[in-house]
Structures are given as structure tokens and as C-alpha cells.
């Protein structure tokens, strides 16, 4: 049972390192940074409370 807990653990990091990896690559750059623009590509609250 020791060993498939050990075995687990180590899949687990190499997955996580793996994502890590992935949304860190240099092929991510130009989707992270429109995510990160995304919040102020919205309308703002106040502009819609004003028009109705």
C-alpha cells in the first residue's frame, strides 16, 4: 500500500509540473494576456445603469 501511495504522489507532482509547465510555455503568452484583459474589456456598471 506504501508503494501505490508513493507511486500516486509522484504521478500527481509530474501532472502538476506538467500543467505548470504548459500555461507557463512561451506558446501561452498571447492567450494569457488577453485573458488577463478580459475584466476590462467589459462594460462598465455604471455606463449601463446610466442608458436605462
Known sequence: MA???GLMTIVSMAVFFGIVWWA??????????EAAALPF????EEDSDLKN
Open 3 to 5: 508503494f501505490l501511495n
Open 24 to 33: 507557463w510555455s512561451k506558446g501561452r503568452v498571447k492567450d494569457n494576456q
Open 41 to 44: 474589456s467589459l462594460p462598465d
